[in-house]
């Protein structure tokens, strides 16, 4: 190959590259592994944390824990699916292609809404870029953003805005609901939208008609947000009480929790905002036979067409993520979704009510999903006591909300069983004297 | 395996079940505190032979690297390793809660942590961020950092210089970061044009980005003298890594003076693209950019390992620490190959493609008539002549049943075909790849309709994009 290539050495093909910028010797990176050598290594590193496969956990906040029937790694693992590129020629990628407008199809349905796109990075980012759709689609200036919203969430909002031509100001809690006096202050002319999380960061039902029609009332844009969609098994969905557009997390429904990534963010929209989506879109024509394809749509709103005027910089999204949660939808379709959500719920319950017992007081009286709030004098030392059982406890609110620094969130969801239940309740009664409750 | 298949959504009947929750153990909890929503979302009813016929079924109808052969320029579509399937899916990584303590993710953080040192020593950067989800995400993330840094020391600097070959993420990630786009163009060797470069720098400028070898499948030639202008000017210099499956162990950003970096785990690290993501695109920063990284950093204290923020951290670009499973993989695929191993990828992916460019070279016309990096763009001027145009030749390749090149990108070439076999392929794929090419430059000299018409052996045959996009049906509906 080097004779066809006109060279005598492989060295000579790198002549373009500069003496002076030329690496020297060898790149401080550990030496080659074997097969067997790796999963030695890499079993090894795995086996060095707690996973959460096994073992009782109550942490939500976020990332949450469904049972994923064997089916989804089934589809996902095929090569054909996930060592496929970008379906740009469309010809060479139906699959990929319908199985992305079947995925748009669902999060429509489960969104109540007119249109969605084939997927974002996570949660946060489809929460940043539903806002700033918000604001090019107005030309309005402010964003106001529930305190109740995921911290991680706003937190990335913060960065995704630092540039400083769009103003987010964060709306305050009223019993751990979006204040809606506090709202009702803010909102003004120059508000593009207003985002809230349904169920909300402290599991929560937010949907509220009367939220909606200020906001509407304002000429503004009401973004919900979610990160479990298993609630619109259960719950009303964003499109029903309002919502103009609907983004959020799809992990929850298809992916293990995988330390957070990587995930699947969704967003849709009323048909009034398609042309402002971020990402890519499939829909549907036909080939020279008349025959139904799929193919992107509507790209001159991207970046590879549109440069500096895109709706957004996104190219990559989560395609194989989108398709686990497509299959899982699949897999349990509308009544396997009731029973997970109302299992969810119902455990979720029976773990409040035996807190309860235990002694913890429930912080919020509002109706929540499958995670909520409980107080206690010592939160860490509750967590301990539920560690030295081997199970995982709630998420300590003091370093997002300072105001709430003796509370715990706890979720459970179908995937606890009454005996994990029983135990971690059995943990927290048992440490009664050192948690110091009453 | 070319039957039409219909959408999930009318395979199946109602009440028609897949998997069945187990009975619910707390049943007797109430409800009634909850509003209950009494109608149910529209989702597929279906059993679980239905869903995975549906589903193998639509796999049928795609091309990949598995089946197909995938030069796609700029991509790095190489083959994806199986063991990183097998590391990613084990439950100590899989089965992680991102708000887990500190000591029961120590795996993990070391993991990252390695990974992190890796990445530096392979870039010549001092640390990386592995937040960003992808290679735009990683070009946001690096240009909110150059302008907190500009912030911290009080300079007003407006303007990206971008070169016109740049990939389209460039200007829409710079006008996201909150700046001015300024194009710079290229020279007849496919180099930044360095006079036209001169006119645009001043104090005005934040950041060049630059992608080096550039999307034109070139080394930047001028790259020490770039640096030089732009660093006596006060100015940032930016690395898309896109095309760093060229240069390991031959050239690092960091030696060539670039301030930020982000690489494609997903192209040179061998992470499967999964038909358009996940992919992970970390940030590099080298000298005083390091303070302004996005939270959360590792770092390592008497052999623990813990999570903290640099001294002007940028906030977060993500929820929790990025696409963690996406990084396990591409740790898998440094480890397998080590230092060597690495720099062999290299010198296979330039070798595979100038081999390729010189068995093309004759039929179709060279944009850059030079030595190639791991990619080439050739134009079909020539072919366009006789009514055959890029797009033609791309679909016919699809008949063939090879993958397109990349086809009009770079935008500032006519016709652009843009090939890159990447190091996994072999001579003879290679040699079978330029057969079909030849053909059908043959054809497209004496008989064109041969070439026209294609693709004609595929589940469609050339499908109406603009009708698609005129008469958007974007979702399915209840039939009523």
Known sequence: MLAAVGVSSVEELFADIPRDVRFQGGLQIPSALTEAELLRYFGALAERNRHVETRPSLLGAGVYRHFVPAVVDAVISRAEFSTAYTPYQPEASQGTLQAIFEFQSMMCALAGLDVANASLYDGASAAAEAALLCASSSGRGRLLVSRAVHPEYREVLKTYTISGELKVEEIGLDEGLTSLSALGDMLGSDVAGVIVQDPNFFGIVEASEELAKRVHDAGAALVVLNNDLSAYGLLKRPGQWGADVAAGEAAATGLPPSLGGPFAGFIAVRDAFTKRLPGRLVGVTSDGQGRRGFCLTLQTREQHIRREKATSNICTNQSLCALAVTVYLTALGPQGLREVAGASARRARYLMQGFEKAGLRRRFSSPFYHEFVMRADDPGAVNEALAREGIVGGYPLGKAYPELADCLLFCATETLTRGDVDAAVKAVAAARHKVGVQ | ?480
């Open chain 2, 1 to 480: 395996m070319t039957f039409a298949e219909p959408l999930i959504f009318e395979v199946g009947a109602p009440g028609r079940r897949c998997v069945q929750p187990p009975p619910d153990e707390t049943a007797e909890i109430s409800l009634d505190d909850l509003a209950v929503e009494p109608t149910l979302p529209v989702l597929p009813e279906v059993s679980e032979l239905d869903l995975l016929r549906h589903f193998t079924r639509l796999s049928h109808r795609n091309f990949s690297i598995e089946t197909h052969f995938y030069p796609l320029g700029s991509c790095t579509m190489k083959y994806n390793p199986k063991i990183n399937e097998r590391t990613a899916r084990m439950s100590g990584f899989a089965h992680l809660h991102p708000y887990q303590s500190e000591a029961d993710l120590q795996g993990a953080l070391e993991l990252m942590y390695e990974l992190e040192r890796a990445l530096c020593a392979i870039a010549g950067m001092d640390r990386f961020t592995l937040q960003p989800a992808a290679g735009a995400h990683g070009e946001m993330t690096a240009l909110l950092m150059a302008r907190a840094y500009f912030d911290h020391k009080g300079e007003r600097r407006t303007k990206i210089l971008i070169p016109d070959s740049a990939h389209g993420t460039n200007p829409s990630s710079a006008r996201l970061a909150g700046f001015k786009v300024v194009q710079v163009k290229s020279d007849a060797r496919g180099n930044v044009d360095l006079e036209a470069l001169k006119t645009h720098i001043d104090n005005e400028v934040a950041c060049l980005m630059l992608t080096n070898p550039s999307t034109l499948g070139v080394f930047e030639e001028n790259i020490v003298e770039i640096q030089r202008l732009i660093h006596e000017a006060g100015g940032l210099l930016y690395y898309d890594g896109a095309n760093l499956n060229a240069t390991m162990g031959y050239a690092r950003p960091g030696d060539m003076g670039f301030d930020l970096v982000h690489i494609n785990l997903h192209k040179t690290f061998s992470t499967p693209h999964g038909g358009g993501g996940p992919g992970a695109g970390p940030v590099g920063a080298r000298g005083e950019l390091v303070d302004f990284l996005p939270s959360p950093l590792i770092e390592k204290n008497d052999g623990a390992f813990r999570f903290a923020d640099a001294k002007h951290s940028i906030g977060r670009v993500r929820s929790f620490f990025g696409n963690f499973l996406i990084l396990v993989r591409a740790y898998t695929y440094m480890r397998a190959h080590g230092p060597e191993g690495l720099k062999s990828v290299s010198e296979h992916a330039v070798l595979n493609a100038n081999y390729l460019l010189s068995r093309l070279k004759e039929a179709y016309t060279l944009a850059y008539d030079r030595r190639a990096m791991h990619e080439f763009v050739l134009t079909a001027k020539r072919q366009k002549e006789k009514g055959v145009r890029a797009l033609d030749i791309a679909k016919k390749l699809l008949d063939y049943g090879f993958h397109a090149p990349t086809v009009y990108f770079p935008l500032i070439v006519e016709e652009a075909i843009m090939v890159e076999p990447t190091e996994t392929e072999s001579r003879q794929t290679l040699d079978a790849f330029a057969e079909a090419m030849l053909a059908i430059a043959r054809d497209a000299e004496s008989d064109p309709q041969q070439v026209l018409g294609a693709p004609r052996g595929l589940p469609v045959t050339r499908l109406d994009e603009v009708g698609a996009a005129r008469n958007p049906v974007l979702r399915w509906e209840t039939p009523s």
